[in-house]
């Protein structure tokens, strides 16, 4: 799934630095991860190497004079220490396959500015602004940041040495010992503790082993899985809509990570089982980070076996009403998803499997549900209304409800068919906007306002100019989005005349009614909880199933509490992770 949806991993706009790698990360990952088990096609190669060259020559227009990288660039105050060590890690990884593009500058400004901002303790400040609040971790002092900034730099000493770069050993010695020096302090915080543990094993620590045992034991198993849960202070409460964090997932690839760096294949299978049951449909997660992280512990890991001719998986489903056989999964088409869509009044699905090898056959479920208002971090609001024939005026808010910062935000407005955004080079400069706009630029028919982070209230005024008259307007969406966290986003139907009342969680004035956005469930054995009008089509499952190797039966059954079980499909493919745990059990 990650291969085929490689520019839609994350439903995201790329219009800022931060943003910008996903187009660019994954593309490197699904390379490693395809040319080590020699399943590399023409075409993926093609396109993966294209949004490689696009992503790093957009990327390369965030860089400024110092060398480092900065979200909106000139706009910030200054570089970003976090993004800069994202960015110089993604070019080194990226190297080999651009063969044409020289990336060696962008690296090294990168990592003379990195180094030139180190502390006298060895660890690495929080330069600019951190969107990415995670990376703090909590009362860590430093530490997460430092490790992350750290693993950048190993990644990169062979080619810094090279071009001159004399200082990097020193400064990855008073790194490397500053996190050793509060082991101690992080034994009980798992993000910080996860991070550093991956960071000391790639320095080759003596207290790597140490840290890792520490982490083992923090970590829970279920049904053949292993996993971490990222908690307060460092990661935000989970909430009931949500299977897992972006911080989770971050958490445990770098988990997965480590125990690749060391070549553990049996707990680190166990660790991947985790990593693939909390993928989207698209084979996805939730953010550019945890995405970027997940597919580099699957590629890494992956890389330690070989592929197999032998791998032959065949899978049949049955929904009560028909049955349906997927094509034989073999080495030659195990890149390809396969997608059966299940009859609506489904209750019980059984899938039998049979052959040699793993596959996942992944059952996604798609419900609607309002949440309440205290569930949701930020919430939107829009107004509309005609000033002429040719005109409109939009007003759109946002409300912040969190007790932390949000981190960067992105409002999202479509416009209406046939109509333009008017006063782009205006909004920025909107004393309503609390001086925090970064950013503004069109996606299709989308105006999208980045944010450096949500407020309490902030509002942004939009004149939309009609280009080409559309009889019956359809509604359009707004979205506020929380970049590092979707969870705590929102989206509203809007339409000219009409206004959202998103205080009272109705809509006014219009036909829409309360807005339902679609969720998508990953395979989970959580019962999902809904809060949902009695009217509205709804999904809930407790969702059983079997990894399908040899003649393992798995069975999705459906509450029937509820009248319909939505438009579920199950899918079958071997995908990216999956591979890598093929590889292990056939050996």
């Given at each position: 799934q990650s291969v085929e949806n490689i520019g839609n991993l994350v439903k995201m706009p790329y219009g800022c630095?931060?943003?910008?790698?996903?187009?660019?990360?994954?593309?490197?990952?699904?390379?490693?991860?395809?040319?080590?088990?020699?399943?590399?096609?023409?075409?993926?190669?093609?396109?993966?190497?294209?949004?490689?060259?696009?992503?790093?020559?957009?990327?390369?227009?965030?860089?400024?004079?110092?060398?480092?990288?900065s979200a909106f660039g000139d706009r910030d105050n200054s570089g970003s220490m976090w993004l800069t060590s994202f960015v110089i890690r993604i070019f080194g990884q990226a190297q080999p396959y651009l063969a044409g593009i020289d990336m060696s500058d962008g690296i090294v400004r990168g990592a003379n500015w990195i180094i030139q901002n180190q502390s006298r303790d060895g660890s690495f400040p929080e330069v600019g602004t951190l969107h990415h609040k995670a990376m703090q971790g909590g009362a860590s002092s430093g530490v997460t940041l430092t490790a992350y900034v750290l693993t950048s730099l190993l990644e990169n000493r062979a080619l810094l040495e090279q071009?001159?770069?004399?200082?990097?050993?020193?400064?990855?010695?008073?790194?490397?010992?500053?996190?050793?020096?509060?082991?101690?302090?992080?034994?009980e915080m798992s993000y910080s503790l996860a991070i550093s543990t991956y960071a000391l094993t790639m320095a080759e620590s003596e207290k790597a082993d140490e840290a890792l045992e520490t982490l083992v034991a923090m970590a829970q198993s279920d049904n053949g899985m292993m996993f971490i849960e990222c908690g307060p202070p460092e990661c935000a409460e989970q909430q009931w809509y949500?299977?897992?964090?972006?911080?989770?997932?971050?958490?445990?690839?770098?988990?997965?990570?480590?125990?690749?760096a060391k070549g553990d294949v049996s707990t680190g299978l166990a660790i991947l089982k985790y990593l693939?049951?909390?993928?989207?449909?698209?084979?996805?997660?939730?953010?550019?980070?945890?995405?970027?992280?997940?597919?580099?512990?699957?590629?890494?890991?992956?890389?330690?076996?070989?592929?197999?001719?032998?791998?032959?998986?065949?899978?049949?489903?049955?929904?009560?009403?028909?049955?349906?056989?997927?094509?034989v999964i073999t080495k030659e088409n195990s890149v390809i998803t396969h997608i059966h869509q299940l009859d609506k009044m489904s209750r019980q699905v059984t899938l039998q499997a049979s052959g040699d090898g793993v596959?996942?056959?992944?059952?996604?479920?798609?419900?609607?549900?309002?949440?309440?208002?205290?569930?949701?971090?930020?919430?939107?609001?829009?107004?509309?209304?005609?000033?002429?024939?040719?005109?409109?005026?939009?007003?759109?808010?946002?409300?912040?409800?969190?007790?932390?910062?949000?981190?960067?935000?992105?409002?999202?407005?479509?416009?209406?068919?046939?109509?333009?955004?008017?006063?782009?080079?205006?909004?920025?400069?909107?004393?309503?906007?609390?001086?925090?706009?970064?950013?503004?630029?069109?996606?299709?028919?989308?105006?999208?306002?980045?944010?450096?982070?949500?407020?309490?209230?902030?509002?942004?005024?939009?004149?939309?100019?009609?280009?080409?008259?559309?009889?019956?307007?359809?509604?359009?969406?707004?979205?506020?989005?929380?970049?590092?966290?979707?969870?705590?986003?929102?989206?509203?139907?809007?339409?000219?005349?009409?206004?959202?009342?998103?205080?009272?969680?109705?809509?006014?004035?219009?036909?829409?009614?309360?807005?339902?956005?679609?969720?998508?469930?990953?395979?989970?054995?959580?019962?999902?909880?809904?809060?949902?009008?009695?009217?509205?089509?709804?999904?809930?499952?407790?969702?059983?199933v079997s990894y399908p190797v040899t003649t393992t039966k798995g069975t999705v059954v459906c509450d029937d509490s509820q009248e319909d079980c939505g438009a579920s499909y199950c899918q079958l493919s071997a995908l990216l992770a999956v591979l890598c745990a093929a590889m292990y059990l056939l050996k």
């Open positions: 630095g931060e943003q910008n790698m996903i187009n660019f990360a994954p593309n490197v990952y699904v390379m490693d991860y395809l040319t080590s088990m020699d399943q590399l096609t023409p075409e993926i190669e093609k396109k993966a190497l294209s949004y490689m060259e696009a992503g790093y020559q957009r990327e390369m227009t965030y860089q400024r004079a110092d060398g480092s990288f071009k001159g770069v004399t200082n990097i050993g020193d400064a990855i010695n008073r790194a490397v010992q500053f996190i050793e020096d509060r082991l101690e302090k992080i034994s949500h299977a897992s964090s972006a911080s989770n997932v971050e958490l445990n690839a770098y988990f997965l990570l480590t125990h690749a693939t049951s909390q993928q989207n449909a698209l084979g996805g997660y939730h953010s550019t980070q945890d995405t970027v992280l997940a597919l580099e512990g699957m590629a890494k890991f992956g890389s330690l076996f070989g592929q197999s001719d032998s791998q032959s998986v065949s899978l049949t489903v049955n929904d009560g009403t028909s049955e349906f056989s997927f094509p596959a996942i056959a992944q059952l996604v479920v798609n419900y609607y549900t309002v949440r309440k208002l205290e569930d949701q971090g930020v919430e939107i609001w829009v107004s509309a209304t005609e000033r002429d024939d040719k005109l409109i005026d939009i007003e759109a808010c946002a409300w912040w409800h969190g007790e932390d910062t949000s981190g960067m935000g992105l409002m999202s407005l479509g416009m209406p068919t046939g109509f333009v955004p008017e006063n782009m080079n205006e909004i920025l400069d909107q004393k309503s906007l609390g001086g925090k706009g970064k950013r503004v630029e069109t996606e299709g028919n989308k105006l999208n306002i980045y944010v450096d982070e949500f407020l309490e209230e902030m509002c942004v005024t939009v004149t939309a100019r009609r280009t080409i008259p559309v009889n019956n307007l359809q509604d359009s969406k707004a979205s506020a989005i929380v970049y590092y966290d979707t969870a705590l986003s929102d989206v509203k139907l809007w339409s000219i005349g009409n206004t959202t009342d998103d205080r009272d969680n109705k809509v006014t004035d219009g036909p829409s009614g309360p807005t339902k956005e679609p969720t998508t469930t990953s395979p989970t054995t959580k019962k999902v909880a809904t809060d949902v009008p009695e009217t509205t089509p709804t999904t809930t499952a407790g969702i059983v």
